[in-house]
Structures are given as C-alpha cells and as structure tokens.
C-alpha cells in the first residue's frame, strides 16, 4: 500500500510539475493570431506558412512569439474582427481595407476607424471558372446560369454585383449561389453549378483539384465592361493569368488583380507590430521556399495598395528600411 501511495504521489508530482511547466512556458510567449480564410483558397496555406515564420523569428521582450492562421470567412469578415480587436491581425483584399476604414459599400453601418495596415502581402487573381463544355465563354454568358460569389455582403459577392452591373446585368438576372470555393468546387464537379467567381492567389488548392479531374476554363475579364469596373473600383489592375497555370489551361488569360494586405488594429501594441513585420519582411526568402505566392511577397512591394494608416510599429520599421521618409 505504501508502495502504491508513494506511486500516486510521484505522479501526482508529476503531473503537477508538467502544469506548472506548461504555465511557465506559456507565460515566456506572446501568441499571435492571422485570420485568414477557407481551406480552399490561398489565405490559409499562407497564413500558416507566416504564422511558422513569425514564431520562428519573432522576439518581443525576451519571449518567443507563438503566432497562429486561423480558418475564417476572409475579407469583410477579417475586418469586422478587427474593428472589433477579436484577433491580432488578418488577411484583406485592398478595396475591402480602405472600404472598412471609409465606412463604403459594406461597411455603410459603421466605419472600422482602428484598422491599420501591416504590409502587402500578393495579388490576387480574379478566377472566373467554369467546366469546358458549359458553353461559358464569356462574362455576358453567364445570363439565366448559376454561378457562386461567396457569402453576401463578402467581397466576392461585392465583385460579382459589379462585374453584373458593368454588363447591364442584375442579380435576378443570373442563379446566385453563395458557397465556399472549395464547396462551389465540389458543386462544379457534380454538375450542380456552372460557374464559381474566386479570388485568391494562383494557383488556387481548390481549383487545382477541379482541374485534375475536369477540364475547365478560365473565363477572360477584359474589354470595356472590365475598363469600366476599374474606373469604380481602382484597386483591382488587369492582369494576365499564365498558360498551364492549372492543368488544360494551354493558353493565357487576361483577368483582374488585387493586392491582398496584411493588416491589424490600433490596440496592438508597437512592439508586437514592429516585431512581426520585420520578422516577415525580413525572411521573405522562407516564405518563397515553401509557398507559391511566397515569392511575391517583398519588402520592396510591401507598401503597394495600403490607402489606411500604417500600424506605427509597422511604420518604424519600415523608416528603418529607407521606405518611409
């Protein structure tokens, strides 16, 4: 019995020596939140290729930066967590960005005054996608056709109210669906849906699975129309997707961009902000190596498309690299 008590002791010790170390080592680290998006799109691969990055760079007071991706519905919704200082930081499309901060469009209910930019991150391919034998060969087609845009009130559904609107289009005028990229994926393959608006960094995880087992097109964003929409929304620029970018996409084609911007709030403290950006923009070599869009992100590009105020810890750095004046 003495043995048995002595045994319970021990590991009683035990256990609460592990506790009083698993405090301990959570009292040496700062955690660090991104919220980023679907699994099926760009921000979260990403996310969780920077998160490694910070926490394996990152120092603020002689503690280790535990930072974090998170899943989350991207763009509008990042900002609203932001406003509301639920995280750290988060991934968003420039137009969404300056529209949360000039209180437009979705934001008309309340400006997120504390938002602030941490840096620019990669442009983001607009990627009309359809099947190769939906008839679907250009925007105008897509009249009395099903076709997803995301949750409303995101920035895809925004985009796709104005690429409508450009055409002489409405809503009514086209089967509206509002799934995820994986999800409209999924629906693509079984035939339940024609076309799916995506925009993320290229390529895409959910539309390199829908080309590895379908062919499927790419649908060009050009002409007038597109002329006109960016004369409404100037952060989005013509770009041209490569040939082979996806499997059976043999030829180039001409769409939109926009940068997506890491961002964060005023509640921050500068040290932290100072700490995370020079440990991104300072190893951006790391993220070229383990991600495709990795290598579009620079120090040089860091500062394209922010319209909001720079965190001032981001700002300090930036000085100290001859960004700033």
Same mark, same amino acid.
């Given at each position: ?6 045994? =319970? ?9 592990? +506790? ?34 910070? &926490? ?8 280790? =930066? ?19 200082? @639920? ?31 941490? $840096?620019? #991150? ?27 845009? $995301?949750?409303?009130? &995101? ?28 999800? &409209? ?5 079984? $035939? ?15 539309? #390199? ?18 002329? +006109? ?41 500068? @040290? ?26 620079? =120090? ?22 001859? =960004?700033?004046?």
């Amino acid at each position: 019995m003495k043995l048995k008590f002595a045994s =319970l002791a021990l590991a009683a010790g035990l256990i609460g020596g592990l +506790a009083l170390s698993s405090q301990a080592d959570a009292q040496q680290r700062v955690f660090f939140g991104i919220a980023t998006g679907g699994t099926g799109g760009t921000y979260y691969p990403l996310g969780g290729m920077l998160a490694q990055v910070l &926490s394996n760079n990152a120092m603020i007071d002689g503690k280790k =930066l535990a930072a974090t991706a998170e899943t989350g519905n991207a763009s509008v919704a990042n900002a609203k967590l932001l406003g509301r200082g @639920e995280i750290e930081s988060a991934f968003i499309a420039a137009d969404i960005l300056d529209a949360a901060y000039k209180g437009e469009n979705q934001f008309k209910d309340g400006a997120v005054k504390n938002i602030r930019a941490l $840096g620019a #991150l990669y442009p983001e391919t607009v990627q009309l996608i359809v099947r190769a034998d939906s008839g679907v060969k250009k925007f105008a087609d897509l009249k009395g056709k099903s076709i997803s845009s $995301g949750s409303p009130g &995101s920035g895809q559904w925004q985009l796709l109210g104005d690429l409508l609107e450009v055409h002489g289009l409405k809503r009514e005028d086209v089967k509206e669906d509002f799934s995820s990229f994986a999800q &409209s994926v999924d629906k693509i393959k079984d $035939g339940n849906l024609i076309a799916s608006l995506i925009t993320a960094g290229t390529p895409t995880s959910s539309v #390199l699975d829908l080309a590895n087992g379908h062919a499927i097109s790419i649908v060009p964003l050009a002409g007038p129309e597109v002329e +006109a929409l960016k004369k409404k929304q100037p952060y989005y620029a013509s770009v041209t997707l490569a040939a082979d970018t996806y499997k059976g996409q043999t030829a180039a084609v001409e769409t939109l961009a926009v940068m997506a911007i890491w961002a964060s709030h005023a509640e921050l403290s500068d @040290e932290v902000a100072y700490a995370v950006v020079k440990a991104a923009y300072e190893n951006t070599e790391t993220l070229a190596k383990v991600h495709t869009q990795g290598k579009n992100i620079t =120090l040089a590009t860091a500062l394209q498309s922010v319209s909001v105020p720079l965190h001032p810890g981001a700002e300090k750095f930036y000085r100290e690299k001859g =960004l700033l004046k």
